[in-house]
């Protein structure tokens, strides 16, 4: 019998040891093949063993193993290559295939070989279903859970919401008794711990690995998101991996340290609670106008502006942004009182320009009117169609009319930071008001990008040029 499992092995091992060298030119579907004739071999050789065994126990125990490490390496690295924005070739039409099993997922269905804008959302939308940064790129998690499935379905067959989870490729090999039958071991710079230290306005991790290594990653903030996102990003850890290892109570220090800069935590209650005053007493005054028949429509729409700046107060309150809170507030208890004098004006509807200024994930808007008269909001958006649709919304008009009178401008920014991985840069615009703003450009060109840049963030390619920062 020993000699028996003795063959066994070895031919095993054999099998692994034969199998021809990983080349980057291999195609995906080649190397899949290649892990599965492996696997059935194994199994093959598994059950031949289990069948010359018969009754005889405390011979063998099986463990569950996955595809060799160099090979799913090799695939998934390929994988990358290869599926890339722009790109017409075989690999993505397997992406499709899998991401059309699910409608949620990919609405459109199309499998043409072709990664364009709808393969881009739906990858998006596979990466937020597993917890990963929904960019749109086939980064190392991503390609990694890709293969997965790929491993499990070589033919491409996938059974009904094979998308709701993540599949388990696993196969039953030998094992001489008592041998362990633990996990293999996680590679050696899988991460250990992360260090948290905020510098600058920045925050600082140091990632320490298993191997002893360590690497410096910078945030722009310690939302754990942000964290997250930025060190899966800047290593070849997994979201997974860094959320395991993240230790909650670094973020909350980390988070104390930040809520105790700028603004007092009092002083911006006392905006607040002024706005709020302020609100209550044009409120009561246009109640009262009406009643008396007054004109009102103008110090309404101001009013309704000031309650929308008083939200958006309360909420950097909560968030601990005093001083962001504070001039918030003081903008909407401003407004409040704008719209206690317009009472009995009346306003004109004809626009003479609209100045949407963007800055981070909102714009700034001011409406200037023919009749001198102006508005000011915010809006949550930072993509000009978007910010068109909303401001459009706000000022009860057709978007068409927006467009023809509305200039977009950028905020002052302090630097733009650039990382460039696989034909794809990862871009941060950090503004003066430590706000940022963050967008994926699939170029790799230093001067396609600045000139990209330059277009998207209406700026001149030299002003570019004098903040940006490749990484």
Do not use: C, W
């Amino acid at each position: 019998m020993q000699k028996i499992l003795s063959t066994v092995v070895m031919v095993g091992v054999a099998l692994v040891l034969i199998a021809p060298p990983v080349h980057a030119e291999t195609d995906m579907a080649s190397l899949v093949a290649r892990m599965q004739a492996i696997i059935t071999q194994m199994q093959e050789l598994q059950a031949e063993f289990t069948a010359l065994s018969g009754q005889v126990t405390g011979v063998v125990t099986t463990q569950t193993a996955a595809p060799t490490g160099a090979v799913l390496g090799a695939a998934t690295s390929l994988l990358q290559e290869e599926a890339v924005y722009g790109k017409t070739n075989d690999a993505i039409t397997r992406i499709q295939q899998l991401l059309a099993t699910d409608p949620l997922i990919y609405a459109d269905g199309t499998v043409s070989g072709f990664y364009g804008p709808k393969t881009e959302a739906a990858l998006k939308n596979l990466q937020s279903r597993f917890g990963m940064n929904p960019v749109g790129v086939v980064g190392p998690e991503t390609s990694a859970l890709l293969m997965e499935y790929f491993t499990a379905y070589p033919d491409g067959v996938y059974p009904a919401g094979v998308l709701k989870s993540r599949p388990s490729v696993t196969t039953a090999l030998p094992v001489v008794a008592g041998a362990s039958t633990s996990n293999p071991p996680v590679a050696n710079n899988r991460a250990r711990a992360f260090d948290i230290r905020e510098r600058d306005d920045e925050y600082h991790i140091t990632v320490r690995f298993t191997d002893g290594s360590s690497k410096l990653v910078i945030a722009a903030d310690n939302d754990e998101d942000t964290l997250v996102d930025t060190i899966v990003r800047r290593t070849d850890l997994t979201r997974a991996e860094v959320l395991a290892v993240l230790d909650a109570d670094d973020i909350d220090e980390s988070s104390s340290r930040s809520s105790s800069r700028g603004g007092d935590e009092d002083d911006a209650k006392d905006a607040i609670d002024d706005a709020e005053d302020a609100i209550d007493d044009a409120d009561d005054a246009i109640d009262e106008a009406k009643d008396d028949d007054e004109e009102t429509d103008y110090a309404e729409d101001l009013l309704e502006q000031a309650k929308d700046l008083l939200e958006e107060a309360e909420e950097a309150f909560d968030d601990e942004d005093y001083d962001e809170a504070i001039a918030l507030a003081k903008e909407a208890e401003e407004k409040a009182d704008d719209a206690e004098d317009a009472i009995g004006d009346e306003r004109s509807d004809a626009i003479d320009r609209i100045t949407a200024t963007i800055s981070g994930d909102s714009a700034r808007i001011e409406v200037e009117y023919d009749d001198g008269e102006d508005d000011s909001f915010t809006v949550n958006e930072s993509d000009e169609n978007d910010i068109i649709e909303a401001v459009a919304d706000k000022l009860d008009i057709s978007e068409s009319d927006v467009e023809d009178e509305i200039r977009f401008e950028t905020a002052d920014i302090d630097r733009i930071e650039v990382e460039v991985s696989s034909g794809v840069s990862f871009v941060t615009v950090r503004f003066e008001d430590r706000s940022t703003r963050t967008f994926t450009i699939f170029e790799d060109d230093e001067e396609e990008l600045i000139e990209k840049l330059a277009e998207r963030l209406n700026m001149d390619e030299d002003d570019v040029e004098d903040v940006i920062k490749f990484d």
